[in-house]
């Protein structure tokens, strides 16, 4: 039985960042990528990054934020 690789918080944190730096400054993606680099890479796990990620604000950041870090967890991009 094969299990998948398991993606740890700073690899998140890492591929997150990258999303970032090539988003335009001031932009949503921009933010929401932000957002998650910063949340992943100083959360023990993708729970409590979850948890984290559900108090950013404004709310149209949190939402992106939530996406784009159900993606990055779920291994799409």
């Known amino acids: 039985m094969t299990t998948a690789p398991r993606t740890d918080n700073l690899d998140l944190a890492t591929t997150a960042r990258e999303m970032a730096d090539s988003a335009p400054a001031g932009s949503?993606?921009?933010a929401a990528a932000t957002s998650v680099a910063i949340t992943c890479a100083t959360t023990r796990d993708v729970?409590?990054?979850?948890?984290?990620l559900d108090g950013v604000t404004?709310?149209?950041v949190r939402a992106a934020a939530?996406?784009?870090f159900g993606r990055l967890a779920s291994g799409a991009r």
């Open 47 to 52: 729970f409590e990054a979850r948890a984290v």
């Open 66 to 68: 939530l996406d784009l």
């Open 58 to 60: 404004p709310s149209d």
């Open 28 to 30: 949503l993606s921009h």
